[in-house]
């Protein structure tokens, strides 16, 4: 009731206000209207220009992250070329590591040769007669490729004993490997005899058929990845 009468008192207050001063108090609520409108309309172009502002940075730092990764590709692509690099390396290594290991066993085994021969030789200087020791020099001979030394010494061991079966072999070898085919054939063939006589038959079969393949095909030059040393200078 105390409400009502009071907003009865204020209209009856205002009625009799001339029209002009209820224009104006329009005109000032809208004014203030307006005002509040452009503070809303600038906050908003703050926060547009704030966001616009944000979305170039963020563009600025993606171009970076871009170039950044992209040098880091470049990087990567070096790294994986020097391992590969590094990798060849170490293979080339390996594969030299391994040709002088085989170089220092062959070495090795040359070295051991030559002691072969002094060893045999010292033999001979006590005992010329000692036809095993020939033999024996002159297998280490033919192993080491020198096919004329082993001839000589072959030679010599079946000149102090001539059923010396692999002596006559082993020259026989010797002699084919230096294109004496002929010789070759008459050794083997006198091998093949003797190793009959003394009872030693795989030997007799082995001299025999090599005779026959030399005489077949000239010389074991041709055939030696086929025959194994073993049963060459048996």
Excluded: C
Aim: net charge negative; aromatic share 6%.
């Amino acid at each position: 009731m105390a409400a009502a009468t009071t907003q009865q008192t204020i209209l009856t207050a205002i009625a009799p206000l001339p029209l002009s001063l209820a224009v104006g108090l329009n005109l000032v609520n809208r004014k203030k209207l307006d005002d509040r409108f452009q503070v809303v309309v600038r906050q908003q172009e703050a926060k547009i220009a704030e966001l616009v502002a944000s979305q170039g940075q963020q563009q600025s730092e993606l171009g970076n992250l871009t170039l950044a990764l992209a040098q880091v590709r470049d990087r990567l692509e070096d790294v994986q070329k020097q391992v590969m690099q590094l990798n060849q390396g170490t293979q080339h290594l390996h594969d030299y590591t391994r040709i002088l290991n085989t170089e220092q066993k062959q070495i090795e085994e040359v070295l051991d040769y030559l002691r072969q021969i002094e060893k045999n030789t010292q033999v001979i200087q006590v005992d010329p007669s000692h036809a095993k020791a020939y033999y024996n020099r002159g297998l280490t001979h033919q192993r080491l490729g020198d096919a004329e030394a082993a001839v000589l010494d072959y030679s010599e061991a079946i000149r102090i004993n001539e059923n010396y079966a692999k002596a006559y072999h082993n020259r026989g070898v010797a002699r084919s490997t230096l294109g004496d085919r002929k010789g070759a054939v008459e050794d083997l063939r006198t091998a093949a005899k003797l190793f009959f006589e003394q009872g030693d038959i795989s030997s007799y079969q082995r001299a025999r058929d090599l005779a026959k393949r030399i005489h077949e095909v000239g010389s074991i030059e041709q055939e030696n990845n086929e025959v194994p040393l073993e049963i060459l200078f048996s």
